[in-house]
């Protein structure tokens, strides 16, 4: 099943963030909890981690891409 990975929200007043780095590939396998890509928002660089484990099918946004809160940014295909 695929299911779409989203900007996250970390902290209220956030509405967008710069996707730093992505830590894993597409066709890599991801385990839930395993760092997956970097966000930046006001001068803080945090790691996203996976919340579920699964294949990375597809980066929807690319390093430097500003990105809405709530957008989608990756697929995962789980089982």
Do not use: H, Y
């Not at 992505?22 to 966000?39: C, H, Q, R, S, Y």
């Not at 996203?48 to 940014?73: R, Y």
């Amino acid at each position: 099943m695929e299911k779409e990975l989203t900007m996250p929200k970390l902290r209220p007043e956030m509405e967008k963030g710069v996707l730093c780095a992505w830590l894993k590939e597409e066709g890599d396998t991801v385990a839930a909890g395993e760092p997956l890509f970097e966000i930046e928002t006001d001068k803080v660089v945090n790691q996203i981690e996976a919340t579920e484990s699964g294949v990375l099918k597809k980066q929807l946004a690319e390093e430097g891409d500003t990105v809405d809160v709530a957008a989608p940014v990756a697929i995962l295909e789980t089982k």
